[in-house]
């Protein structure tokens, strides 16, 4: 099995915003908005007999759109074993985002069918394009394989790179309760969690329906930081600010970060594992942490200059 902890470079996916490609209003409105991922959708935002008129008005939209905006543009595809899957993927040759989200990957072959078809695509195309792959983790089957999607997507084509939870269609399917705090959906989050980050991959937690509730909203994306979370999937801009406030790094966070990372590097504490700050024991895997946690900020402070 080949794992490492992160396989890829360090990515600010805090805020995923949702905008159905059908929607011209907000297609227009997305250039604006302060998200780190915008992900047009192609899937459950698109009536059938729209998806057709939406792949043309995203091929439009994106020979519009500021590619040096160090966000990331990702495309929500249809799947491929029904009529929609293959025309959305042409489509996807035509924008070329930095990634496609694969909705309802149920098995491994999902990702695998994908990556092949991006592969053979790629080999007869003379642009340097290669798309990450993303996979909406949202069925029970999906939840079931959890781990063989991400080792295969991870190792076999290696384009695997985030996993985003759809609990809308998760619930539909099993009869979980959509109750406030999640209290019998938190294991089965955990489970992605734990499986994406076995593989080196990201994790998105699932949208939060209720759009007028501020509350509500920032209380579920503490509650996903706390699981492990990189961000939360979104429905509309209001819920931007929430999502790249809590899933940011607070001034205290930063502070005590800089202190083990100096704790660290003090002539003192040369060639130790091991050193005392404020009476709490730190490793050198807290330094590890700390330094990723700064290079978030590095990012974060990246994203303001360029907005
Ligand atoms: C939920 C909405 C249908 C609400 O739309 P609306 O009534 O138009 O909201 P507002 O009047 O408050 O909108 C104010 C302005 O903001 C723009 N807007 C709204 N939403 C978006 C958006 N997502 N991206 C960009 N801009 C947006 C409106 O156009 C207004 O601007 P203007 O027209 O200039 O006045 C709507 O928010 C919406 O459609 N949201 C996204 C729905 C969607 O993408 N669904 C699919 C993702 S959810 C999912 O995948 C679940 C998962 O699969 C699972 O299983 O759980
Ligand atoms: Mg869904």
């Given at each position: 099995?080949?794992r ?15 905008v159905?490609?059908i929607?011209a209003?907000?297609?227009a ?28 008005a ?7 759109l ?22 959305d ?17 149920s ?15 790629g080999?007869d ?5 290669g798309?990450r792959l ?21 190792t076999?084509g290696g ?5 985003v ?8 399917e ?12 938190a ?8 499986a994406?980050?076995?593989f080196?991959?990201d994790?998105?937690?699932a949208?939060f329906n209720?759009f007028?509730d501020?509350?509500?909203?920032e209380?579920e994306?503490?509650q996903?930081r706390q ?5 939360k ?14 899933y940011?790094?607070?001034e ?5 970060a ?14 130790k ?34 907005a």
């Amino acid at each position: 099995m080949n794992r490492t902890p992160h396989h890829h470079p360090l990515r600010l996916r805090r805020s995923v915003l949702s905008v159905p490609a059908i929607n011209a209003r907000a297609l227009a409105r997305s250039p604006a908005l302060d998200c780190d991922v915008v992900l047009f959708d192609l899937e459950d935002s698109v009536l059938p007999e729209k998806k057709a008129e939406a792949r043309a008005a995203l091929v439009a939209h994106f020979a519009t759109l500021d590619r040096a905006s160090g966000r990331e543009y990702v495309i929500r595809i249809n799947p491929l074993d029904g009529p929609d899957g293959a025309l959305d993927l042409e489509a996807v040759l035509d924008c070329m985002p930095d990634a496609v989200l694969l909705s309802k990957v149920s098995e491994p072959q999902d990702v695998l069918t994908v990556a092949d078809w991006l592969s053979e695509a790629g080999a007869d195309d003379d642009r340097d394009w290669g798309p990450r792959l993303w996979a909406m983790i949202e069925t029970a089957a999906g939840l079931l394989n959890i781990a063989a999607i991400a080792e295969t997507g991870r190792t076999e084509g290696g384009r695997l790179d985030c996993f985003v939870v759809g609990l809308n269609d998760l619930r539909k399917e099993t009869g979980i309760a959509d109750i406030p705090g999640r209290p019998y959906l938190a294991p089965l989050l955990l489970q992605v969690v734990v499986a994406a980050r076995a593989f080196g991959l990201d994790v998105v937690d699932a949208v939060f329906n209720d759009f007028a509730d501020a509350e509500g909203l920032e209380a579920e994306c503490r509650q996903g930081r706390q699981m492990g979370f990189d961000g939360k999937m979104l429905i509309h801009p209001a819920q931007i600010d929430a999502a790249n406030a809590v899933y940011g790094v607070t001034e205290a966070e930063a502070a005590e970060a800089l202190a083990i990372v100096a704790a660290f590097a003090a002539p003192d504490n040369a060639g130790k594992a091991v050193v005392t700050i404020a009476g709490r024991m730190v490793e050198k895997l807290h330094a590890d942490q700390a330094e990723r946690l700064l290079a978030r900020v590095d990012l974060i402070n990246e994203r303001k200059r360029t907005a």
